[in-house]
Every structure is written in structure tokens, then in C-alpha cells.
């Protein structure tokens, strides 16, 4: 569900208007999150941290309200929630598309989620969901600590779905740091929206405790 933004007094129609007359009006950010307290509780508790990052990332994402806005033509959509959609490592090294659940609560999360991978994994997914755009595309690269991230474009109007990328997580001193990229149109938000969104995501990682829980997920 969700509805259309108001267009016309919308405090950024002059830069929604501006940017999309842009051939490439995508813009990428790479920045390190803390994950020291998210990676030590899912040790802990034996959670699945690619579950757990893609959780706190979520609700992340959908507490910054221009990450559920996709484009209608000349119109804003905004979704009332939004998840996500992550490529996953098949064991013959091709990779498939999952589609991970929305969920309140992570153990929900969890559960469906890992079913969801098991099941891509053993049907070889590559459909994308073009129907949807109620979500986010995600990948992980968990044997790269990037500094930058570039994304494979289709010609293809409307396209306003964005992109975050996990990269390998890294000790440095005391602490466990992870690159995250997030590339999001240009028409539909700025680098103080992501900057938003990494706060809260950071935010989120900091207080795994509280928003995982425990037992085995």
C-alpha cells in the first residue's frame, strides 16, 4: 500500500524536476559502519549476520521516508514499507535473486528469510521481480573491503530503485567495519537523506541486543 506524494508542495519539486531531465541521475555514496556490537551478538546467539545486517539495514531504510519513494512517471509513489531483494552465492559460485520478507520482528525474519534462501539456492532464481519495486536491490561482497561501487544500468525509464552493497567487515583497532554503498536517484533524494540513512542503520547495528534479540535465528 501507500499513495502519492504531493507533488506540488513538495519542498524539493524544484530538484525532483531538475534531476529528471538527467540521462544518469543515479549518485552513489560508500561509506564504513560500525558492526562490532551486530557482529558480536550474532556470534553470540548464533544468529546468521547476513540476515541481521539485511534486518537493521531494512528498518533503516524505511525510517528515511525518500528511500520508499519510486517514480510513477511524472508522479512520486511512496510505499508504506518497503524490503529488500539481495542477490545470494549458488554453490556452483553463479549467484541467484532472493527476496527476503517484511517482518517486524527478526526470529519472523529469520525463519522465513533463510527459507526463502534455501529455496533460491535449489531453484537457480535469476526472474527479476519486475512487477515490484516495493524494495531495495541489495548484493554482498563479503571478500572486499570496496571504497567504491559502480552498478550494471538498463535503459530503462523510471528505474528509481536503490541499490546497497555489504562489503567484507574488517577489524580496525578495537572495532569491526563494514563498507556499505548505497546509490539512490537523485530526483528523489540527497546526500542528506543517505547520510540520514547511515546514522540510523549505525544506530540500529549499536543496538542489536535490543532489536535481534536471542536464541538461534
Not at 53 to 80: I, M
Not at 104 to 131: C, H, I, Q, W, Y
Request: net charge negative; with cysteine; glycine share 6%.
Amino acid at each position: 500500500m501507500g499513495h502519492f506524494l504531493d507533488i506540488d508542495a513538495w519542498k524539493r519539486r524544484a530538484q525532483f524536476e531538475f534531476f529528471q531531465t538527467y540521462q544518469r541521475p543515479f549518485f552513489n555514496i560508500c561509506a564504513e559502519v560500525d558492526v562490532t556490537d551486530a557482529l558480536n551478538h550474532c556470534r553470540q546467539h548464533d544468529h546468521s549476520f547476513f540476515l541481521a545486517s539485511w534486518f537493521l539495514c531494512t528498518q533503516a531504510a524505511n525510517d528515511v521516508e525518500p528511500f520508499r519513494y519510486r517514480l510513477r512517471g511524472d508522479k512520486v509513489w511512496v510505499h508504506d514499507q518497503i524490503s529488500v531483494g539481495t542477490t545470494v552465492l549458488n554453490p556452483d559460485e553463479t549467484f541467484s535473486f532472493c527476496y527476503l520478507p517484511v517482518a517486524m520482528d527478526f526470529a519472523s525474519f529469520a525463519r522465513d528469510g533463510l527459507a526463502a534462501v534455501n529455496a533460491t539456492k535449489e531453484g537457480r532464481g535469476l526472474e527479476p521481480l519486475e512487477a515490484r519495486d516495493d524494495l531495495i536491490y541489495g548484493s554482498v561482497l563479503p571478500w572486499l573491503r570496496f571504497t567504491s561501487v559502480s552498478h550494471a544500468q538498463r535503459d530503462k525509464a523510471g528505474e528509481s530503485v536503490p541499490k546497497i552493497v555489504f562489503g567484507r567487515h574488517t577489524k580496525v583497532g578495537d572495532r569491526v567495519m563494514m563498507p556499505v554503498s548505497v546509490e539512490v536517484h537523485h530526483a528523489l533524494m540527497d546526500g542528506l537523506h543517505v547520510s540520514r540513512f547511515f546514522g540510523r542503520f549505525e544506530e540500529y547495528l549499536a543496538q542489536a541486543a535490543e532489536r535481534l534479540g536471542e536464541g538461534k535465528a
